[in-house]
C-alpha cells in the first residue's frame, strides 16, 4: 500500500472533471485516487465513485474516498479518509475493514488517530489555497515533529510541489498528497509523472 501512496492524488471539480483528471494523473503514474467532493448531492458522488473504482480498479491504482464512508462502502472503494470533525475513525473500524486515513495538524491529533488510523494526512505542511478552510501551515519543523511522534505512516499534504517535495520525503513522511501541483497544470499527465518520478527516485 505504502508504494502506491508515494503520490496521493485528490480530484477537485475545480479544474475539471473528477474522472478525466483522475485518468490523467493515473496514466502519469500515480497509484492512489482520493475523490473529495463535498457539493454534490451524495447520489452524483456515488456515481463519480464507482466511475473513478472501475478506472482505479484498470489501473492496479486504490481508490479513498473523503469524508463519506457510506460511499466507500457502496463504491467498493479500497479506503476512507475523515478528517477531525468527520465520524471518528475508531467509530468506522466497527463496520469498515477498508483503509482509513485520518487528517492531523497537531502531534496530539496524530497520537489521538494512531490506534485507528492506516495512515495520517499531515498538514498543511506548507501554505496552500486549494483547501478553503486550511490551516495555518505547520512547515517542514512541524511535519517532522509528528512524523517522530506516531508509528503509523505518515503522507503531508498542503502546498507540496515538485520543488519542496524531497523536502517533506526527507522528514520520514511516506508520501506527498497533492491537488494543485497535478491538477492545476496544463500538463496534467506529465506534472504527475514528474511527481511520481521524484518520490521513486527518492526511495530508490
Request: glycine share 10%; proline share 2%.
Amino acid at each position: 500500500m505504502l508504494e502506491k501512496m508515494r503520490v496521493y492524488f485528490i480530484t477537485d471539480s475545480r479544474f475539471g472533471k473528477h474522472e478525466e483528471l483522475a485518468e490523467k494523473a493515473l496514466k502519469g503514474g500515480v497509484r492512489t485516487i482520493q475523490l473529495r467532493e463535498k457539493k454534490l448531492p451524495a447520489r452524483e458522488v456515488y456515481e463519480t465513485a464507482k466511475r473513478l473504482r472501475k478506472l482505479t480498479y484498470d489501473y492496479d491504482a486504490l481508490l479513498i474516498i473523503n469524508d463519506r464512508v457510506d460511499i466507500a462502502i457502496a463504491s467498493y472503494a479500497d479506503g476512507v479518509h475523515v478528517g477531525q470533525s468527520d465520524l471518528p475513525a475508531k467509530a468506522i473500524r466497527d463496520f469498515f475493514d477498508g483503509v482509513v486515513g485520518v487528517s492531523a495538524h497537531t502531534v496530539e491529533e496524530a497520537r489521538g488517530a494512531e490506534k485507528y488510523a492506516d495512515y495520517l494526512g499531515v498538514g498543511p505542511v506548507f501554505r496552500t489555497v486549494t483547501k478553503e478552510d486550511a490551516k495555518t501551515p505547520i512547515g517542514i519543523d512541524g511535519l517532522q515533529e509528528i512524523v517522530s511522534a506516531v508509528r503509523i505512516p505518515v503522507i503531508g499534504i498542503g502546498g507540496i510541489n515538485e520543488s519542496n517535495a524531497i523536502d517533506v520525503l526527507k522528514c520520514g513522511a511516506a508520501g506527498i498528497a497533492v491537488v494543485s501541483a497535478i491538477a492545476g497544470k496544463k500538463n496534467v499527465v506529465g506534472a504527475a509523472r514528474t511527481l511520481v518520478e521524484l518520490c521513486d527516485d527518492y526511495y530508490m
